[in-house]
């Protein structure tokens, strides 16, 4: 199993990284599959949208809504991002078999189950290496959920790019 992960402690700098990565890969030509985030900031001092783009060449599917100023609930939009769920399972299952699956976080659905978690495990499955987001709130579960299988990696592009370069060696090896 090729499962790594990357945590920050800066506020949407898991999202950025993840970006930058799958930029880079994309460049080279990797083929990927998954999602990366985007938070885009709203106006007048409310909290950002959120965005997931679609790997490879999919579209932008806005995973967040709007409660008004004084909500405090969550603001997932779970149909959303059960959307872009489907899509990703359609990548997998797509005539190119992609090199890398990126999440852009085991989140708090991923942890009890649903959102990106049963994709997770399929490209696993399917012998696709996986590479995701955790954070502080939702690592123990990650773990659970990895068996004690998925490999830390520092929050650094160059580090995640070497990972990402050591499987295609790896796997040349086999």
């Known amino acids: 199993m090729q499962l790594a992960y990357v945590k920050t402690s800066d506020r949407g700098a898991t999202d950025r990284l993840l970006s930058a990565v799958a930029e880079a890969l994309e460049a080279q030509g990797v083929a990927l599959a998954g999602v990366v985030q985007t938070n885009v900031d709203c106006v007048q001092g409310g909290r950002c949208d959120m965005d997931l783009r679609i790997l490879p060449h999919g579209g932008t599917i806005r995973i967040s809504q709007s409660l008004g ?3 405090r609930g969550c603001r997932l939009d779970t149909a959303a991002l059960e959307d872009a769920v489907a899509q990703v399972e359609r990548a997998l299952e797509g005539d190119r078999r992609p090199e890398l699956l990126i999440v852009n976080k085991f989140g708090k ?9 049963p994709v997770i495990a399929e490209a696993l499955s399917r012998n696709v290496p996986v590479l995701t987001g955790v954070n502080g709130l939702n690592e123990a579960r990650f773990q659970e959920f990895a068996g004690g299988a998925a490999e830390p990696l520092a929050p650094e592009l160059d580090t995640i790019l ?6 295609h060696r790896d796997s ?3």
């Open 172 to 174: 040349d090896a086999a």
């Open 162 to 167: 070497a990972w990402v370069e050591g499987l």
């Open 69 to 71: 100023r004084a909500a």
């Open 109 to 117: 659905h991923e942890a009890d189950g649903r959102g990106f978690r």
